[in-house]
C-alpha cells in the first residue's frame, strides 16, 4: 500500500490573543547627574568631567554619570584606608548589623531599583524585579551572616581581612554584582574601593543612598565611576591589597599582568563557552526550556551561559524542532514591558559585535533560524537566533558571542560529549540532562568546569560557590569557600 | 485623678493562637517590688500534649521552608523584640534585679536571635560533607532537623535563657514546645507576641507556663518529643533521662544547681545547632 | 505500532502494551518528565501580565470554556434548572457568554435535557462510578449508555488507577476503549485523577495511554474535584505537553480539561496563557479546552463587570453565588 503523506502538522501561534502592553509604571527616581560617592558623600569629580548614560531600550539620556581621575581614584582609596583601621576592628556582630540592614533596605526598595536596572541595562523588568535585585538582597542577608562566625570558617586558623579591595564589575548584572562583589568584603572586614561599568552606574549610584540610609561608616564603601582608566587607576593603586575582577577574559589578563610583582592578590571572573549537553533520556521538554534559559536569560549576557548545545544524535531533530516552536512563544521586546522575554542588548557596540559573530556564523556554513520578531524602531534589540550543524572550528562555536545565539553541534557518546565540551579554553559551567543519576555524576566528575548544572541551568544561590577553571578565570563567589578570597590565613 | 489602666490577660503562645489552660487554672504572680500583677495559665500535661499536636501539624511545613526564608523569620522576630525592648525591659524588672542588667538582657537577646538568623543557610555547609569513599559511589552526609524538641528552661535568665535553649532548635527546622521559667514567666508571656507578628508559622514554637514537677514527667515520656533540651536539678535529670529511655529521646541537660552564664558566647553557636541535628548519609554509583 | 485485539472491546488495540505491561518501560518510551522543570515552566505563566483588552477577551473565553458543574448527593431537579440557567445566562449583560457546557451526575441529565436541549451549551455527565471508579465494567458501561441515552452530549469517565498502578495498562487502555464505544456519537472526556497518580511522569504516561484510543476532539481531563488535590499548572502543562506530543506523531488533535480547585478568574487566565504559550491559538476555543469549575463562574463575571464598569464588585451581586458576607 502507498504510503500515505502525511499533511504537515503545525502548531499556530498567532495573534488571535494578543497581550496588550503591559508597561511597568513604578518610578525609578533616577537623578539627572550623580557625583561620585567617596568617604559617605557625593562629591564632584576633580576633572568636572561628566558623560552620559543613555537607555538601550530607545537610546534617550538617563543621566550623567562623573568621570573619576587618578585623583578622585586616589581619594576614594584614602577614605576606604581610612575607614579600614575602625571597620576591620568592629566586631562581627555590628559589621553583621550593617550588613543585614542593607538587605532589608533594598527589600523595601526592591520596584525602585528593578525599574532602574531595566532602563540602565536592558534587561526585561521581569527578570531585574524577580531575579537581579532579589538575588542582590539575598547576597547581603547571607553573608551578614557570616560577618561573625567567621571563626567557624577556617579551622585551625584565623581569618582575617585583607585591607582595601579594588572592584571592578560588568554591565550584565550591575546590581547583583556589585552586591556579590561587596557583601563578602564586608563581611570579612575589608573596605571597598568598586567600579561599575560604565554603561551601567545607575543602580551602584542609587545604592550609595541604601548606604546612608544604613548608616554605614564612611569610606568603609565608595562608588567610582568611569570607563576604562578609571578601571587602570583601581587596578593600579598601591592601597588596594587585592583587586577583584569580573569582566572579559582579555581585561582579565590584562590585569593579571598589571598586578604582576605588586603583591596584590587577585580574583578574576571572566568568559565562558558553555556546553550544554542534552542526552537522549533527558525529559525532552524541560530539556529545551533549559536551554532556551541558558541562553535567552538576560539576552545571553551571561558569562555561564550555555551558548553551546552539544545534542546526542538520535535527538537532535526533535530538539531542534522544539527549540524553533518555543522561540514562537518568547517575547523579544521592550525590556520594560511586563511580558517581554527577551530585552534589548546593553550598547551599540555590543549589538555589532553579535551582529558580526553571526554573519562570521552565516559565511562559515552553519545554518541559521530566527524567529520573525516585531522588534522597536529605536533602542539596540537582536533577535534569538539558533545556528545549527555547527562544529567545533567555527568561530561561533570558540568564541563568546555574549548575545542570544544558541550554536548547536551534536554527540554520540558520553566520551564524545566530553571531549567537545572540554575542548575550550574557557572553563565556567556546564549542564547535563539525563535521567540516569550516575551518568550525571559521571560528567560532573569529567567536566572542566566550576559550575556544572544538572536537569536544570541557570541556577545561582549565595551558598553557592560560583567560579570557573583555566580561562574563565579563578577564586570563587558565594558560599563559605568565597569569603576566603577575601581573607589571609593567620 | 490618675487614669484606671487596662490590665492584660497573659496567655499562652501555642499553635499560634493565645490560650488559658484547658484546665482554667492560673496562678498569681506578684512583682519582686511586692503587689499582684497577673494570673499565669496553670498548664496541665493535655496543655502540653496538644502543643506537641500543634508542632507536628506545623513541623513538615517549617522544614520545608528553605534555610533563606527561616533566617530572614528569625530576623524579624529580633526586628519586632528590638522595638519592643522598652516593654521587654519592664517584663523581665518584674522579677527583680536592676533596670542596667534587665536592658543587657533584652540587648544581648536581640543579638543572639540575630546569630542565629544568620545560620540557618550555613550550619550545613559546616556540619554536612562529601565523603570520598573508597569505591566508585558520589557519598553525602547532609544534616536533617529531629522533629519536635521538649524545652525546659531555667528560672533564671527567664528570656535570654528561653531564647538560647529553643533559637538552636528551631534554625534548623525543628519545632518546639517550652516551659518557660515558673518564677519568671511574663517575658515568655511577650515573647509570645513577638513571635506571633515575625511572620513565624502557627505551632513552630509553643510557650507554655507552669509547674514544673507538673511537666516534666510529660516531657520526659511522650514519645512525640524527638529531644529535649532542660535546665533541670539533679531529681529532675534523672526523671527526663529515664522517661526518655523508652522513646529513646535524645537529650541535652544542663545542671540548673550550677550557674549558668547565659551571656557567654559559649552559649550560643554551631553546636547548639548540632544537638538537634540527625545525619543521613547517601551513595550513588558514578558513571556513565 | 502493532495492533491486537482487545479482549474486552474486540477493537484492535497497540500490541506493544501487551508485550510491555511495565510502566516503567512505557514511561521511558514517551519520555520522563522532571518535576521541578514544570514548575519553573509554569511559574512563568504566572509573570504574564494580562490587561484591558486582552483581559477582556480572556475572561469572555474563559467564560465560553466552562463546564458548568453541581456533583452533589444532594443534586436535584430545582438545582439542576438553576444551573442550567445560570450556564445559559451567566449575567443580564447580554455581551457575557454563554458557557460550553453544564456537568452533571447521569441521573439528572434528564432534567439539564429539559432546559438546555437545542442551545449551545451542551450536556456532560460524569459516568464509569464516578468518582473512583471502583464497580464492575459492566455496570460502569451500562452508566455511560444510560446518560447518553438521556441525552448526554459528553461523557466525563475516569480511568481505573488501580489497574495503572499496579502495572496493568492494557487494561485500563481496554476500559478506554470500551467506554469509547458506549458513548457513540458523543464526546468522552477521560481523567485521570492526577492526585492518585502522583508524578508527572505518569500524568504524562496516562495520557498517552488515553490518546492513543481517542477520536479527534475527545478530551483528556485531570481530576474528578473529590480530592485534595485537582488541577495545578503543573499537571494541566504536562497534559498539554503530551497533547502536543500526540498531535504531532499522529495528527489528532485531542482536547483539554482541568478541573477543580480553579476558582478565580485570575487562575483561569494563568491557565489560557498556558494553552496558549504550549498548543497555540487553535486550543483557544471551547471545543478543545474547557473548565471543570462552578464558583469560577461568578469570578469571572464579576471581573468582566469590572472591566466594563471600572469599580471592583462585591460577590452577593451576582446570582448563583454563594457568598452572602
Redesign the interface.
Known sequence: MPAKR??A?E????N???????PETAKAHIDERYGLFIDGKFVAPKSKKYFDSISPRDEQKLSEIALAGPSDVDAAYQAAAGAFKTWSKTPG?ER??YL?RIA?LLQDRAREFAVAETLDGGKPI?ESR?FDVPMAA?HF??H??????LE??TPGRTLAPLGVVGQVIPWNFPLLMLAWKIAPALATGNTVVIKPAETTSITALKFASILQEAGLPPGVVNIVTGAGETGSAIVNHPLAAKISFTGSTAVGKAIQRALAGTGKRLTLELGGKAANIVFE???????V??IINGIFFNQGHVCCAGSRLLVQESIAAPILSKLKLRL??LRTGDPLD??TDVGAINSKAQLTRIQDLVAAGVSEGAEIHQPVCDLPPKGFYFPPTLFSNVSQSHRIAREEIFGPVLSILTFRT??EAIEKANNTHYGLSAGVWT?K???I???S?ELKAGVVWA??FNKFD??SPFGGFKESGFGREG??QGLLDYAQLI | MSRLTITKTPKCYVGGAFIRSESGRVYPLNRSSGGFFANIPLCTRKDLRNAVEAAAKAGPGWAARNAYNRGQILYRLAEMLEARSAEMTDAILLGGGTRAQAEREVNVSIERIVHYAGWTDKYQALLGSVNPVASAHFNFTVTEPMGIIGIVAAEDAPLLGLLSLFLPAITSGNTVVCLASTSRPYPAILLGEMLATSDLPGGVVNLLTGQRDELIPTFATHAHLRGLAAVASLEERKTLQTGAAESVKRLKLMDSEKATDWYSEKHQGLYEIRDHLELKTTWHPIGA | MHLGRSRFSNKLIPMSLHKAPTLGRFIADVGPVDHIGIDERVAKFTTRSIKKNAKIFGLKLATTMVDLTTLEGKDTPGKIASLCQKALRPHDDPDIPATAAVCVYPAMVKHAAKWVKGTSVKIASVATAFPSGQAPLKTRLAEVRAAVGDGADEIDMVINRGAFLAGELALVQDEISAVLEACGESTLKVILETSELETYDQIRAASFLAMQVLRPGDFIKTSTGKTNLNATLANNQVMLEAIRDHYFATGVEIAMKPAGGIRTAKQALHFLVAVKETLGDGWLSNSRYRFGASALLNDLVRQLVKEKTGAYQAPYSFSESSSAY
Do not use: I
Open positions: 502525511t499533511p502538522r502548531l499556530l501561534f498567532g488571535l490573543w494578543e497581550y496588550d502592553p503591559a556582630l553583621a548589623k543585614f532589608r521581569k524577580d539575598a542577608f547571607y551578614a551572616g557570616w560577618a561573625d562566625k567557624y570558617v533520556d533527558a525529559p525532552l521538554d524541560q530539556a526550556e533549559g514562537k512563544s511586563k511580558n558520553p566520551e535521567d543519576g550516575s551518568r555524576l559521571k560528567m566528575t536537569n536544570t549565595p551558598t558560599g563559605k
